[in-house]
């Protein structure tokens, strides 16, 4: 008889034909199971040694590394961004400083309330 022919086959024939597929499958994923330990294994002894090494990282660059490789492993984490340059100074605090990004500060909301134009705070970079 055809093993395909699943019209024509019993129950008692299904169900065998049932069970030998979950148990090939169960095997298959077993040994692909420990493959993939075996690669994990593999690649974290490696990590391992790299760190006991030194590997001529500072400690500051060892915890940027390990927050990369964390942060790879997740879908949602945040890719690096460039550092940005300040457009706008405070004249009153010279430390205050503002790169144009994201809500406006309060020092600067107050000055563009008392009448002045923006472009009075601007930081003017030589070139």
């Not at 077993?30 to 490696?46: F, H, I, M, P």
Request: aromatic letters at 6%.
């Amino acid at each position: 008889m055809n093993r395909n022919d699943f019209k024509s086959m019993s129950t008692d024939e299904l169900w065998a034909l049932h069970e030998e597929i979950a148990t090939r499958l169960a095997a298959a994923l077993t040994a692909e199971k420990s493959v993939l330990e075996n690669r994990l294994r593999r690649l974290q002894r490696g990590i391992e040694i790299q760190h006991a090494t030194g590997d001529a990282k500072s400690s500051r660059d060892a915890k940027s590394s390990n927050a990369k490789s964390s942060n790879a492993k997740s879908s949602t984490a945040r890719r690096p961004y460039p550092a940005v340059v300040p457009k706008y100074r405070n004249p009153e605090r010279p430390s205050e400083t503002w790169a144009g990004r994201g809500k406006k500060p309060r020092w600067l909301a107050a000055q563009l309330k008392s009448g002045k134009r923006i472009d009075d705070f601007r930081i003017r970079h030589a070139a």
